[in-house]
């Protein structure tokens, strides 16, 4: 009896681990949907969760693009009406780099490192977290959140000196999940 009793809980045991494993599998399944675009879309949303900014004047929370327009329709489409810090998001598109104005959060894709020089001048007054899509020496140039390429160890890079500078506090919790760069990498 004891003999049956134990085949059956081996039996049990395995189908367990069966449907535990194919869970697991579907998750992996789900998450794979998902595009390139559509996690950095989310990111971006997340980022403005976990930083601080001195004051918002505008009635919205505003998220910029430069460089990719393409990447507007995945930003509205993943962001929905969702809102930050109490406003509604709103999101632009600037064109040239003279058009940049104020916004909370500034996405930088396609740049030469000369535009990318331009950028980051014109938004270094102003309480704007910049953030690059896998834009060489980014971080090092005095931009704040760089996303890496897809085999990286890492997901982004964070200067947090250039967003204390700017007035900015990016919370521990976000600075916990990227690598950090600090003044000794800048030289």
């Not at 704040?144 to 919370?171: C, G, P, V």
Request: proline share 2%; charged share 20%.
């Amino acid at each position: 009896m004891r003999l049956i009793i134990k085949k059956y809980y081996l039996i049990l045991v395995k189908v367990l681990f069966v449907l535990f494993l194919m869970q697991s599998f579907s998750y992996k399944v789900l998450a794979q949907q998902y595009t390139e675009h559509e996690l950095k879309a989310a990111y971006l949303y997340n980022f403005g969760k976990f930083v601080q900014w001195p004051s918002i004047s505008s009635k919205y929370f505003q998220i910029g693009v430069y460089g990719n327009k393409q990447f507007i329709s995945t930003l509205t489409r993943t962001i929905g009406d969702r809102s930050l810090n109490g406003k509604r998001i709103q999101i632009l598109y600037f064109p040239t780099i003279e058009e940049i104005s104020n916004c909370n959060i500034l996405f930088i894709s396609k740049v030469t490192p000369d535009e990318l020089k331009k950028i980051l001048i014109k938004t270094s007054e102003k309480s704007i977290l910049t953030v690059g899509d896998s834009v060489e020496d980014f971080c090092i140039e005095g931009g704040m959140i760089n996303f890496t390429s897809r085999n990286s160890k890492f997901r982004f890079y964070i200067n947090n000196y250039s967003a204390e500078k700017q007035k900015l506090i990016i919370s521990s919790k976000l600075l916990s999940l990227g690598k950090i760069i600090t003044n000794e990498n800048k030289f």
